[in-house]
């Protein structure tokens, strides 16, 4: 990506790519799950189904990871949480693997051992956590090798607002002004934690000023617009890799799905998500695309067309590879 | 001259938000809080409908703070609240286990009994959904394994209420673990023996007194939470083949009913523990020391069982996860064996 017109069509393209992926999950996910075939009484059975468990989807949430992961390399880390897809996506995780741990299978990045909330993919430099807020200090640990290495990488911490009330969130974001760390932590606003809304969380309107407690610089990005995180993550990432500490940015962006796939979501206004996605960032960045001549209809439809193949042939590697067998139960507890 | 009672059947998650509910009433220092249980109802039900009666003052959301909120209730419990903290899922102990072990547990004997800390700490249990290693375990273990807190874990729906009931009016920390698969939810399979007659009003069960969910003469399984569902199903079973399956609900592991335990092993001369947590140092092996301390007045004819989790964290993979935790299968087959498995010399 040596070009700002390569980076502008990567992020685009993997923003369809987030959203095909997220999308196809979302009906592959419903397979067994819905009555008649599951027990009497129920409305859906969680534990049902080639993709059992819980399952956090990102679909709306793109921008924010294509908008910092356009700016990292091979060898910078990427600490997500539980909704980690569009991260994962984002920092070149293959899609096979990556679906098969969330079929349980063994060709999957953990053996199917972790599912779809703990997906570690050393040779990308990505990892996530079930626990919120886990991740921040884990990515502060990244920085400090580097530093110590005498790399000039960086490392990403993604969580989302709720987390930011967590102890482990603060004691990182000290620390890594402390160290100087070449960290950057982005924060998604995406209004809801399960179903509280920030403002029932949250004393202050934006996690961005609370980087001013810690001494080091916070960004809000009020649109979830992938040129705007773009612009708001080069600046920190840039200022991490000169050596220069951490940032913090607290990006606006847009939840499409429930909490989990079968949330009820009772607590969402009704046609709040219908009105989000009028604003979809997609299109938003298409038209960008258009106007400098980067993107037309037909190159639009070729690339939707290969994303489309290239998601099927993940899910079909998934439903077709083996489960572990069950002595596998017992191993990598510890390494050999 | 006994009156009545008025039962109806209800869910575990519907016996708790009664329980809770009915104790609100009669108790305005009780109150709620944790994440999502208040509009939500709760991830797991336990406090559906609370907050449309008690509203938010007393059915408090709260930021995903654990450990701010797990501190609070133990501020707020010395002042003389009683308040009911709910820890989504008992896995997320180790975002605050510093204000539960360190604190909650210790601060009544360390003020020489001078401080009462009257909490209950709710909390969603177990595994058999896929929700892996962070979102599966069971743990009440390692709270029983430490002084200080009483640990409640119900099998069914009648248990529930009284056993919460008990929980609030008790004047000590009560960490009360519901298991997720017999809580009656819409959205997961759960063993339907859980969901029972509930009667309307409000009753409260003693701690320490185990149940004999069924009497037996060949065997004792001693066991609790979801795994006495699946132990009723593999006596049905066992019932089949003419072997005669005692089972014991602990119903509380702090205290702990040792006299049942070993009247009912002394009975059968043999014992095995089901068990959905992990199997070294836990639950398990407690029962069995139990019985080894008492073999002065228990006469075994077989050597002890213990079927539990292995050393390993909860797998995502289906069969995978099937395998590490006991099923209804593996107590018939444990049974089976047991019975061709006599004491050498």
Redesign the interface.
């Known amino acids: 990506m040596e070009t700002t017109s390569d980076r502008l069509l990567w992020m685009y393209r993997t923003m369809v790519e987030i959203r095909e992926y997220e999308e196809t999950m979302a009906k592959v996910y419903l397979e067994g799950k819905l009555p008649p075939k599951i027990q009497k009484g129920l409305a859906f059975d969680i534990g049902a189904g080639p993709v059992p468990g819980e399952m956090h989807l990102a679909a709306g949430q793109e921008p924010v990871a294509v908008g910092v992961c356009a700016h990292l390399r091979d060898e910078d880390s990427v600490v997500g949480a539980h909704r980690p897809h569009h991260f994962a996506i984002a920092k070149g995780v293959p899609l096979n693997e990556m679906t098969a741990e969330m079929f349980g299978k063994v060709t999957g990045l953990g053996r199917g051992k972790g599912g779809h909330m703990h997906l570690f993919d050393p040779a990308h430099k990505f990892s996530c956590s079930g626990i919120v807020g886990a991740g921040a200090p884990q990515a502060c640990g990244a920085a400090l090798a580097a530093k110590k290495l005498g790399k000039d990488w960086v490392a990403i911490a993604f969580f989302g607002e709720g987390a930011a009330n967590q102890g482990a969130f603060h004691e990182a974001l000290n620390l890594a002004a402390l160290w100087k760390l070449p960290v950057v932590f982005v924060c998604e606003d995406n209004k809801y934690g399960i179903s509280v809304e920030k403002g029932d969380s949250t004393a202050i309107a934006s996690n961005a000023d609370r980087a001013a407690g810690y001494g080091m610089p916070g960004v809000l990005v009020e649109r979830n617009d992938a040129l705007a995180v773009f612009e708001a993550a080069g600046v920190a990432i840039d200022r991490a890799r000169r050596g220069e500490g951490p940032t913090l940015i607290e990006v606006k962006t847009d939840r499409y799905y429930g909490h989990f796939q079968g949330d009820p979501e009772t607590y969402r206004p009704k046609g709040e998500v219908k009105a989000l996605r009028e604003h979809d960032p997609i299109p938003a960045l298409g038209a960008v695309l258009r106007e400098q001549g980067l993107l037309d209809d037909a190159r639009d439809a070729e690339l939707r067309e290969a994303i489309r193949s290239k998601v099927q042939a993940a899910f079909d590697f998934a439903r077709h590879s083996p489960y572990p067998d069950v002595a596998e139960a017992h191993q990598h507890v510890f390494v050999d | 001259m006994t009156t009545q009672q008025k039962t109806r059947t209800l869910t575990m998650a519907q016996a708790i938000s009664e329980a809770i509910g009915q104790e609100m009433e009669r108790d305005e220092r009780v109150f709620v809080m944790g ?2 249980v ?3 109802g709760g ?1 797991f039900s336990a406090t559906t409908g609370l907050y449309e009666r008690f509203g938010k003052e007393r059915i408090m ?8 909120f797990m501190g609070a209730a133990i501020g707020a419990a010395a002042e003389g609240l009683r308040p009911i903290a709910e820890l989504m899922f008992v ?2 102990f ?2 605050c286990f510093d204000q539960i072990y360190n604190h909650l547990a210790k601060n009544t004997y360390m003020a020489g009994g001078n401080l009462t800390l009257p909490a209950v700490v709710m909390t969603g249990i177990g595994g ?8 599966s375990q069971c743990l009440y273990a390692s709270f029983a394994h430490m002084p200080g807190m009483k640990v409640v874990v119900p099998s069914n729906a009648y248990d529930a209420k009284g056993l919460m009931i008990q929980a609030i009016r008790d004047d000590n920390p009560v960490v009360y673990c519901y298991h997720k698969g017999i809580m009656g939810l ?5 063993f339907e023996g859980s969901t029972n007659e509930v009667p309307e009003e409000a009753y409260a069960i003693p701690f320490g007194k185990a149940r004999v969910v069924r009497e037996g003469t060949d065997v004792t399984i001693v066991t609790l939470s979801q795994m006495v569902q699946k132990a009723v199903l593999a006596a049905d079973t066992l019932a089949e083949e003419g072997i005669s399956a005692e089972i014991i609900d602990l119903r509380t592991i702090v205290p702990l009913d040792t006299e049942t335990v070993l009247a009912s092993v002394a009975k059968t001369g043999r014992l095995l523990v089901a068990d959905e947590d992990y199997l070294h140092f836990g639950l398990s092996g407690e029962i069995a020391a139990l019985v080894a301390e008492h073999l002065d007045s228990v006469r075994l004819k077989a050597p002890v069982r213990r079927l539990a989790v ?4 909860i ?6 996860e099937q ?2 935790i006991p099923q209804v299968d593996g107590i018939v087959a444990a049974v089976k064996a047991q019975l061709a498995t006599p004491i050498g010399l």
């Not at chain 2, 292995?310 to 964290?313: F, G, K, M, R, T």
């Open positions: 994440e999502d208040g509009k939500y991830i959301d709260t930021p995903i703070s654990e450990t701010a896995d997320f180790g975002v058999g959904y896929n929700d892996a290693a962070q979102h819409s959205w997961m399979s759960y292995d050393a390993v964290p797998p995502f993979s289906r069969p995978l395998h590490v």
